[in-house]
Nanobody
């Protein structure tokens, strides 16, 4: 029932910017937190940024100062503004949401969107 739809990935040159979005749809729920993870070939999936229901944000050290996570509560959408992109940012980016429904918290994942940064 719950679906996370990502968009905004693509190819960009180093120093450029991209904005990822992730919209959550489905049955009745409330959002506990949303975030972005990424996974490059041969590497483990890592947290990039997250935002909680209390509007607290957390960023990986590697993206601090360059990436900004935000959300539009009315649209159940989270965004990741990525500036000053580096080749090492190349990865598949996955949207993550922890939703509260039927008295439990459940984690969901988006399909992933490819971000490629050329040098």
């Amino acid at each position: 029932q719950v679906q996370l739809v990502e968009s905004g990935g693509g190819l960009v040159q180093a120093g450029g910017s991209l904005r990822l979005s992730c919209a959550v749809s489905g049955s009745r729920f409330s959002i506990n937190s949303m975030g972005w993870y990424r996974q490059a070939p041969g590497k483990q999936r890592e947290l990039v940024a997250r935002i909680t229901a209390d509007d607290n944000t957390n960023y990986a050290d590697s993206v601090k100062g360059r990436f900004t996570i935000s959300r539009d509560n009315a649209k159940n959408t989270v965004y990741l503004q990525m500036n000053s992109l580096k080749p090492e940012d190349t990865a598949v980016y996955y949207c993550n949401a922890v939703l509260f429904s039927v008295y439990v918290h459940t984690q969901y994942w988006g399909q992933g969107t490819q971000v490629t940064v050329s040098s």
